[in-house]
């Protein structure tokens, strides 16, 4: 057992992790943070992407102390309910979230998409969300979502 | 006339902005103090008699709360659709004589962590004495084939003791004898997977009133509810299900294969459990859709009309019922599609073979149908030379008309829906076509 602290969602935060314990699991079962979701357990569906240091990765297949240090965003640090994301305002009007198991990987990942490339290109949006499955809306409204976001944020980050 | 408050506008979603936030509760995020996890035992085999399943080392196992087996189950025999009177009940909850397919629930480990769980489910001790499963629907029917269920023939038994869903209208071999051409074709369609990016889910607290709190991610809750009271024999008001947002669904939560378990489980340990399917029991383990292979066989006439249609179709339910026989069915009601043909013959057979079972999945047996009634029509309008859109007007079927399942047809919209899809790919048609409508149909046949 190991302590792991890092910043997530900008707060500082501690939980004691397992040798084998995925920051996925520490994140839902110890932090209580319920927008990263378990979907596959392999990487293959990216239910339950975060950023680490800004930057999209599975949480399921990174082992918690990864994390130590670090600095650790979730969907949750995106946006709330009472001051939505240009991106979350987007998927909710543009029906890109279905059954919405998917949405928090889809947002999260263009989240990092749009912070270092405030124009993209359709392709690139398709590029960005090549590992993260959806099975019920549909990819044509989330990306319409994702561009959309974009061109309302026109660069602002 | 007041004008249209809902039709035609865009209204939001209520549970949109729960979607977009991950603020949205979906079943796994329930947890309670003490909760333990579960995980299922299977059978490693496709078929054979079980000769030993000992669990008395995984029991001791340290962080183990119990083994959940055969004799935990108060009714281990059942059918879901026993609901609607099917029969006779045909699966175990789990298994202790005999296994039908690789994946067979035998028992389930209840332990303080799902990692403790996976460690002890290789103290079970395990035999089993395999037998040559069957696992192919032409070698299931085949006089003297391995008989896998025990009423004596590998397929469903529909009414007045028939092996297949029958559809009997008009007189076939008057049609065929009248046909200009005879045409046939063989359809087929294997099994698929609902992929749901969440998995099957169920979480159980027992409360101290007596009842079962019960989460899960079922598409179905009040006839999870019927089906989970039956196998628990205990009155439906015990159970206190709780349902919500599902993460993906398509038929594929709806066989009642998490419920009555993970509540056992709570039950004979006092404490909640959790059951989450992995990824891997999701594809290998859960139903999936089944295959079909239909053979038909069309008579028609040089004008492009079908005046009889013969079909023989075979159905894999893979080991149990759970929702085919119904499916069977449903399917013999679609194989003529949306057209009128005067006369019909359906063998539609619902055969079990040793494969993960089969069930409900989006259009349950009307979408296999509806591909080969479509790709047959487009065959014999290239046999005929006709242009594939006027063969299907020529055909289709009229408000007033009767179908061979005895339903006269009503709200027909094929004729309307061909003139705007035409239009809107702007492919040309003929001015008799265009005229046409669903209620022009005066009583003569056309």
């Known amino acids: 057992m190991v302590t792991v602290s890092f910043k997530l969602n900008g707060r500082p935060v501690a939980a004691v992790a397992g040798p084998v314990e995925s920051l996925r699991d520490l994140l839902r079962e110890k932090l209580q943070v319920h927008a990263v979701k378990a979907g596959c357990g392999q990487g293959g569906c990216g239910s339950c992407t975060v950023l680490l240091n800004g930057e999209p990765i599975v949480s399921c297949l990174t082992p918690a102390v990864v994390a130590d240090g670090q600095e650790v965003t979730t969907l949750e640090g995106i946006g709330t309910p009472a001051k939505l994301h240009p991106l979350q305002e987007a998927f909710y009007d543009n029906f890109a979230a279905q059954c919405g198991y998917c949405t928090s990987g889809m947002i999260t990942v263009a989240k990092a998409l749009l912070d270092r ?32 976001a974009a061109a309302k944020m026109d660069g602002r980050g | 006339m007041k004008p249209l408050g809902i039709v035609g506008q865009s209204v939001k979603r209520r549970d949109g902005i729960g979607h977009v936030t991950g603020q949205t509760q979906y079943v796994d995020d329930v947890s309670y103090p003490n909760m333990l996890w579960l995980k299922m035992v299977r059978s490693p085999v496709a078929r054979g008699q079980i000769r030993k399943l000992d669990v008395s080392k995984a029991e001791a196992y340290p962080g183990v709360a119990a083994v959940v087996t055969w004799k935990d189950v108060p009714n281990n ?16 909850v789990l298994a202790h004589e005999e296994v039908m397919w690789q994946g067979e629930p035998l ?11 996976r460690e002890a ?15 192919d629907v032409f070698e299931a029917i085949k006089p003297g084939a391995p008989l896998i269920k025990k009423w004596g023939t590998n397929t469903f038994t529909y009414e007045n003791g028939a092996p297949m869903r029958r559809v009997r209208f008009g007189d076939v071999d008057k049609g065929f004898a009248e046909a200009d051409y005879i045409i046939e074709g063989t359809y087929r369609i294997t099994p698929y997977e609902h992929v749901p990016l969440e998995t099957q889910t169920c979480v159980v607290k027992p409360e101290p009133d007596g009842r079962l709190t019960i989460h899960t991610n079922t598409q179905a809750l009040y006839f999870t509810m019927d089906n989970t009271a039956i196998i628990l024999q205990v ?26 378990v993970t509540t056992i489980a709570a039950m004979k340990t006092g404490r909640p459990v959790k059951w989450r399917w992995t990824r891997t029991e999701e594809f290998q383990v859960s139903s999936t859709s089944g295959a079909w292979h239909m053979e038909y066989k069309d008579g028609v006439m040089k004008d492009g009309r079908i005046v009889a249609r013969k079909v023989r179709s075979l159905h894999d339910a893979g080991a149990y019922h759970r929702h085919s026989p119904y499916g069977v069915t449903k399917h013999s009601a679609n194989l003529p599609g949306p057209y009128y043909i005067p006369n019909v013959w359906v063998d539609a057979y619902c055969v079990y073979t040793n494969r993960q079972p089969a ?11 509806s591909y080969a009634v479509e790709v047959q029509m487009d065959k014999i309008a290239r046999t ?5 859109w006027e063969i299907r007007f020529v055909n289709a079927y009229r408000n007033g008309q009767m179908r061979a399942i005895r339903k006269e047809v009503q709200d027909a919209t094929l004729i309307e829906t061909l003139q705007a899809a035409a239009k809107l790919v702007g492919h040309p048609l003929a001015e008799k076509f265009l005229a046409m409508h669903s209620n022009d149909w005066k009583g003569a046949q056309p």
Request: glycine share 12%.
């Open chain 2, 359 to 369: 069930s409900a999945l989006r259009g349950f047996g009307v979408t296999p149908a």
């Open chain 1, 117 to 148: 490339n405030p124009h993209p290109a359709r392709e690139e949006i398709v590029e960005a969300l090549s590992g993260n499955v959806c099975r019920c809306t549909g990819y044509v409204p989330i990306i319409a979502a994702i561009q959309a």
């Open chain 2, 384 to 388: 005929l030379g006709m242009d594939p």
């Open chain 2, 77 to 92: 025999w059942y059918t879901i659709l026993c609901l609607i009177g099917v029969e006779p009940n045909d699966e175990p």
């Open chain 2, 235 to 260: 009155p439906s008001n015990r159970l206190h299900m709780i349902g919500g947002t599902v993460g993906g669904g398509f038929g594929g939560k709806v066989d009642v294969v998490i419920e009555p």
């Open chain 2, 107 to 117: 028992c389930a480990i209840v332990a303080e962590t799902e990692e403790i769980a």
């Open chain 2, 121 to 135: 489910m290789g103290l079970v001790e395990l035999e089993i004495e395999e037998q040559a499963p069957v696992l």
